[in-house]
Structure formats: C-alpha cells, structure tokens
C-alpha cells in the first residue's frame, strides 16, 4: 500500500482488522462486538440483515447485518454447535431448533427451516453477581419486600418466581441464593447453564451445578433419546446427594412433578415458571402435572402444590419503551399458600400486593409471621401500607 502511494492503515484501523480476525477464527463472528457491548441486553435476528437490539435503558435499534446471506448466518451456528464437543447438538433441516448457552453465559436459541429465514435470539444476563439488597438499587425491590424474602430463606421456606418473559426471574433466583449461607449445599438444575453460581466460589463453594443434555436422533422402545438426560432425571438423582436445596432454572414440563415432591420433602427450595400472576401460577403448575400423563387427577395436583410450595413471588415488565419511556421490572405480588381449602384447592394468602402504582406493599400479615420473625423479619414493615420505595415509580400512563 505504501509502496503504491496508498495512504496506510492507522493503528485503530489495524487493531479493528485484528479483532474482526479473531472473531471470525476463535469467537462469535459479527456477532462478537454485539455480545461484547455491556449495555445491550438482548439480540433479536430474523435473518441475516434485520438485526434488532434491546439496551438496558429500556429502547430499541437496528444493529449492522451479522452475515453476508442467510446460508452463513446458518453455517455460523452450526459451526458454534459443533465447538460445543456434543454430537447431539447439532442444527440441520433434520434437528432444525438450537439451544446454546455462549461463553459469557448469554443463551442462544436459534430456529431455521420451519420459517422463511433463520430466527436467532439471545438473551444477555448482565446482572449476575446480585444480592437482594442489589435488587433494592436496581429497582426491583424494597427493604419491605428484601426483609420479607431473607426471612422466608432462612425459615427454609419453598419459593417459586412466577412471571413472563424478560421479567427478571432468573436475577431475582440468583439473588436469592446468594443470600444461602455460605456452606450450604444445593444443587442448581438447568436446562442451559444461566444461574452460574458455580462461577461464584466465594459465595458457593458447596453448589452442585447439573445441566440436562440433548440426545441423539435415535430413540429407544421407549421413545427416549439416545444420550439425553432431562430435568426430570437429574431432579431424581439431585435427591440422593444430600443436599438441602434443589433450584430448577424454569419449570415447564415434565420436571414440575419431582420438584414438587422435592420440596415437600425439603425446605428452602427455588424455580420459577412463566405465569401471568401469582395466582395464574397455581393453575399453571397442576396444568403442567397433568400434562405428564400417568392417570393424576387435578385434585391430587392441587394437593401436591399445596403441601410443597410456601410463597409465590410474582414479577411484572412494564416496558413503556414504545411511548417513549423505558422498561421497569419490580416484584408485584407475593402470594402465601396455606394448605387445601374446602373446595380441594389450595387457599391463599395475599402478603404483598399491587400498590397504586404496581409495585408490591404490604396487604396481609401471613401465617407464618411468628416464624419469619424469630428469624429477622421486622413486622413493623407491614405497617407502611405504601411499602417502603426509596423512590417513586414515574410511569407515563400512570401515577407516580
């Protein structure tokens, strides 16, 4: 270049060509500037030039094409696949759907064939290293509700986080193991790798992280995949390794029956599963056990949750982002289950409900208040009707 009088790379331009090399070769392609940006919280592609980026502060943009066509945006994914060392997991018109968990812990799922271009979507989890008081900063809780929940795990209460997608759910189930004690042991069950708290030996040094696998498309007599290990299988293996609690990373499936019985026959227990309310919830759990088949009646559904699951933790996504606001995340509701109720289904507690604005306050002092105050709770906190909010909620549709 020199040598034909043409004007040389500059050192930003020579570093940019290093790093675009080294992604091409050893990580994400053009993906790779995407996943290394911090304030981008998910990626959406429907193919390979409409690329759609979430950030963190609520708004959305069109990012730069990922690929040059279609046909490479689909040899890259095969290609990261591959780099997952499992025969299994492969993406091909025979095994068209893809689930990856990235190495900075993001997770990919990807679909072609069954749609005019390949669908990819990847979920950032930035906040990883959280504690309840964390939550308090981004806005997620009050000292009400933090009090409340810290009293309930050292009470060994069973807890399952309700919500929609995007709500928060897997941050809240991390803060709240990592306010375990530092030597307990539990297991964290998932189906891709999302929690991570076997990444924090300082705070979990006794964590049994365990994550299911994808079989092969042979099947036995059985129909069950060659090499697959579900949720269910690793739940039943969980129990005989002496551990104290078991967090499945999202219910969904067959998997919700031997977390229940887990729980009934343990305490402080964690999953979470996609419902429109805490009370939906309760419906969505015995509608996923009789699902599974096997003869059960909802009327033994009903008594499997009501003498397994203690508290239901419901969060809400408000994302006002298209009006020109942002999108809020804040616990709404916290629903406590007392046992059968006279028409065989479980009756409830509304412990904290929505204020004027949404956001969870106090409603009810629960049944177990006695307990939760011999271990820390403050009842003085079921005295501020309005909760505890350092500071308002300043919707546009709505009061602050």
């Known amino acids: 270049m020199i040598r034909a009088g043409d004007v040389p790379w500059s050192a930003q331009e020579v570093s940019d060509i290093e790093d675009a090399v080294m992604a091409a070769l050893f990580g994400l392609g053009r993906l ?22 979430s950030y963190a502060d609520g708004h959305d943009e069109q990012g730069p094409p990922i690929a040059d066509s279609d046909t490479e945006l689909i040899e890259l994914l095969q290609l990261l696949a591959g780099r997952t060392g499992s025969a299994e997991r492969t993406f091909t018109t025979a095994h068209p759907s893809l689930h ?24 950032r989890h930035r906040v990883r290293d959280v504690d309840l008081d964390g939550l ?42 990592n306010e375990f004690a530092p030597m307990e042991r539990f297991a964290t069950i998932e189906k891709e790798f999302e929690l991570y708290l076997h990444d924090l030996p300082d705070r979990h040094p006794r964590v ?11 099947k036995d007599v059985v129909g069950h995949r ?34 229940l019985e887990a729980m009934s026959t343990g305490d402080g227990s964690l999953c979470t599963i996609h419902a429109r309310s805490a009370h939906h919830a309760v419906d969505r759990i015995v509608t996923l056990c009789l699902s599974t088949g096997g003869g059960m009646t909802d009327t033994f559904a009903y008594r499997l ?41 479980p009756t409830t507690t509304e412990v904290f409900g929505p204020g004027a604005d949404g956001r969870a306050v106090p409603k009810h002092r629960p049944a177990c208040l006695a307990e939760l105050v011999r271990r820390g709770l403050d009842p003085a906190f079921f005295d501020h009707p309005h909760g505890t909010w350092d500071r308002p909620l300043n919707l546009v549709w709505g009061a602050s």
């Open 100 to 123: 990856l968990r990235l190495d900075d812990g993001s997770r990919l799922a990807a679909m072609a064939w069954t749609s005019p271009r390949p669908q990819v979507v990847i979920r």
């Open 32 to 53: 790779q500037p995407l996943i290394d940006d911090p304030d981008i919280e998910n990626i959406e592609i429907n193919g390979c030039d409409q690329v759609w980026l």
């Open 226 to 259: 060659a090499g697959e290990v579900t949720l269910t299988d690793l739940l039943t293996d969980a129990l005989r390794m002496n551990l104290r609690r078991i967090i499945v990373g999202e219910v969904r499936g067959a998997e919700v029956i031997p977390m």
């Open 136 to 177: 308090i900063a981004l806005g997620t809780l009050d000292t009400a509700l933090v009090g409340f929940l810290r009293a309930a795990l050292r009470a060994g209460k069973n807890i399952v986080v309700t919500g929609l997608q995007n709500a928060g759910k897997t941050t809240l189930i991390r803060a709240l193991a």
């Open 305 to 345: 949750l009501a003498g397994s699951v203690d508290l239901l933790v419901h969060l809400d996504l408000v994302d006002e982002s298209a009006i020109g606001g942002r999108k809020h995340r804040f616990l709404s509701q916290i629903l406590e289950v007392n046992g059968l109720g006279e028409t065989s289904r």
């Open 208 to 218: 049994m992280a365990l994550e299911a696998r994808e079989g092969s498309s042979e």
